[in-house]
């Protein structure tokens, strides 16, 4: 019990790695144009200011992490499965 308990913990610490490093790796402003971003914030709230300029960037940001861990942790996983056999 205990061992599957810390398999468990350290999928869960992989992950979260994961996460972090897609969100150090991934930079939002590369891909998404400052006009784009205003009229996101324009269709959203109905107005762009500076308080929710940035939705769009933080939005991008969190799910292509979370897409990159999802994807790094599935792979990851397969080639473990792969390489124990």
Known sequence: MAITLARRIAKIVWFVLLFCLGARLIDPAAFISLDTTQRFAEWVH???????FDD??????????????IVGYLVSMLIIRKVRR
């Open 46 to 52: 109905g107005y762009s200011s500076q308080e929710n």
């Open 56 to 69: 769009l960037w933080v939005l991008a940001w969190v799910v292509c992490s979370l897409v990159f861990a």
